[in-house]
């Protein structure tokens, strides 16, 4: 079962993304083999009911509620059935602060309460230069519980991501195998896939995360087609 998982990020607003929703679930009924998730804006959240697709949050506070200003808790995740969450995206990272720890905190805690967690790392070109990338890697997934069995380990080398730059197949089967003997987690690839490359890194890993690619529904079931 491969996964294919769209990150809308700030994109999409939410009419938009209920006929993306909408349309998109109505063009799998012949798909199989595909685990299919989409992680919206989070003002665009809606009841997880559709027949293909697993909606998931983008980010959420560990907290079940409280004074958190600016955040969603586990209460409001909890409103819409979501049972999925993306932690630890490079963009949380380095726009947000969010350190190993606070995304190791966040895994945790919805660790506990049964959460499919997406966990994402990935090396920025100077650490791949620097000769020490298995090292750092390592340590980016030294404080999550890699036994965990709702997890999926999502490779996104940051040079990769919203650049067009597509990581070569070797260097994907490299990190997939490296991961591989860290844990039987899913490990998926994210960093400009699109409907022309998605089958070839979809042969070396066992899914992808697609930010840009997911925007429309024609690319994205390209890439969920196969
Ligand atoms: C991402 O941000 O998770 C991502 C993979 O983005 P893109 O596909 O646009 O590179």
Redesign the pocket.
């Known amino acids: 079962m491969k996964i294919i998982a769209g990150?809308f990020?700030s994109n999409l607003n939410r009419k938009s993304t209920i006929g993306f929703l909408k349309s998109l679930d109505s063009t799998l009924d012949n798909i199989s083999n595909k685990e299919i998730y989409i992680f919206p804006a989070t003002s665009s959240l809606v009841e997880n009911n559709f027949k293909h697709i697993i909606l998931g949050a983008q980010n959420a506070h560990y907290a079940e509620s409280g004074a958190f200003t600016g955040e969603i808790t586990l209460h409001h995740l909890e409103e819409f059935n979501i049972k999925t969450i993306l932690i630890a995206?490079s963009e949380r990272r380095n726009l947000f602060g969010e350190s190993d720890e606070i995304c190791a905190t966040k895994f945790d805690f919805f660790k506990e309460r049964d959460f499919r967690i997406f966990y994402c790392i990935g090396e920025s070109l100077e650490v791949r230069e620097s000769g020490k990338m298995l090292e750092f890697l390592d340590s980016q997934i030294s404080k999550i519980d890699l036994d965990y069995q709702n997890l999926v380990l999502a490779y996104?080398p940051l040079w990769?991501?919203?650049t067009g730059r597509v990581a070569k197949a070797e260097q994907i089967s490299e990190i997939y195998r490296f991961l591989k003997s860290r844990t039987n987690a899913p490990i998926i690839y994210?960093?400009?896939?699109n409907e022309k490359n998605a089958s070839e890194i979809l042969g070396i890993c066992d899914g992808v995360?697609?930010?840009?690619?997911s925007l429309k529904v024609e690319s994205f079931y390209e890439i969920i087609k196969g």
């Open positions: 990150n990020k995206h996104e990769a991501i919203g994210g960093g400009s896939v995360l697609v930010g840009s690619a």
